[in-house]
């Protein structure tokens, strides 16, 4: 008679002394993978990205952040003089084809100042509705200070940053 790992290698009894073996080995095995793990797993779930936007008005860009490391920059157009608000905010809202209030101007109609997209700052008292990331029907004003404290920005680079900013980024403007 045989030996496998000191068990007795039998057929007799419908192998019994074999399934015992193969159970024994099995076990051997799974008690030698646990010892070679690590000693204590890691618990930490894996790191958000954390997406962030920063306006400079001073150079009339936008630029969005992943952890921290710049991904892609735009122009914008900001406020005159000091109408576009600074500090810290997050993004209250999105719109497709926002109304123009002021003169009744329907979303998706040329005419339409703040073009194709809005998304509200949340900038405190005003609803994330004052203040804005906006389209443009006037994509030659992009550069400047020419608004009414909006950020404008051409339409397909709104419409990119609507897809990829969910509600409740936050938004540095400096």
């Known amino acids: 008679m045989g030996k496998l790992w000191g068990a007795p290698l039998q057929a007799q009894g419908g ?6 073996s193969f159970f024994a080995l099995a076990a051997w095995l799974m008690l030698a993978y646990a010892l070679s793990a690590p000693a204590v797993a890691s618990t930490a779930a894996p790191a958000e990205e954390q997406v962030t936007l920063v306006v400079s008005k001073k150079r009339h860009t936008l630029t969005v952040y992943v952890n921290e490391t710049p991904v892609r920059t735009f122009r914008v157009a900001t406020g005159k003089g000091n109408l576009t608000p600074e500090g810290e905010f997050t993004i209250a809202n999105k719109i497709v084809n926002p109304w123009y209030l002021p003169k009744k101007i329907p979303g998706g109609d040329k005419r339409n100042p703040f073009g194709t997209r809005w998304l509200g700052l949340a900038v405190p008292n005003t609803g994330g509705y004052r203040y804005g990331i906006h389209g443009t029907n006037r994509p030659h004003s992009i550069g400047y200070s020419v608004s009414s404290g909006c950020i404008r ?9 609507y897809r990829h900013i969910p509600v409740g980024t936050p938004v540095t403007i400096q």
Do not use: C, F, H, S
Request: positive net charge; hydrophobic residues 40%; aromatic residues 6%.
């Open 15 to 20: 192998g019994t002394a074999i399934r015992k």
């Open 153 to 161: 920005m051409r339409n397909p680079d709104v419409e990119w940053l």
